[in-house]
């Protein structure tokens, strides 16, 4: 059974490349340099940590809603809005949890890197083909999101939960994009090969 929608031909495709390859690149770029900031930010769970906090899952939700307006009716379209929504939704429960210091903002973070790791991997699937390339760093992200996800609510549940994770999440998660966007730009300049 196909696990993708058919993807636009020609200049179509080639725009979509290049829109997508500005979208994984700059999304890519924000989470790397969230997680230095946050790096030397979460010691305390003060002002400065949650606005960070909140401000990773609406860099996310700005992201779905670019690629929301780029991407054709579909499911994986109505995908992308969920998604966006769901971070908007996690932004939002993060301020929130912050006020209950670690193991809140583990379990909001938690849930989110489930939801949103399933969803990233279903896009990844549908937008597989002879266009857009297998998508594989997208999914392994996404894979890799749900598994993380379901660790930081069983670490936020233990004796001595640490937002030290967080850092290394955004950075996983950055040089991801990084990489597709790196892969869709090699696609770019050689329209006739086939990209993993």
Known sequence: MSTHTAAPAGPAATGLRSSLLRLYLGRGVLALAWAAAFTGAHEHVDAVAVTLLVAYPLIDAVSSLIDHRSAADG????????????????????????????????????????????????????????????????LIAGGLSFLVGVFYNIQAAGDDPS?????????????FFVVQAALLGWRTRRPGARTA
């Open 75 to 138: 499911p994986d379209r109505r995908i992308t809005a969920f998604n966006g929504a769901l971070s908007t939704l996690a932004a939002l429960a993060v301020g929130v949890a912050g006020a209950g210091g670690v193991a809140p903002v583990l379990h909001v973070f938690g849930a989110w890197a489930v939801v949103s790791g399933a969803a990233q991997v279903a896009v990844g699937l549908r937008r597989r083909g002879p266009e857009l390339g297998t998508q594989w760093p997208m």
């Open 163 to 175: 937002l030290d994770v967080l850092s290394v999440y955004a950075t996983g998660g950055g040089l």
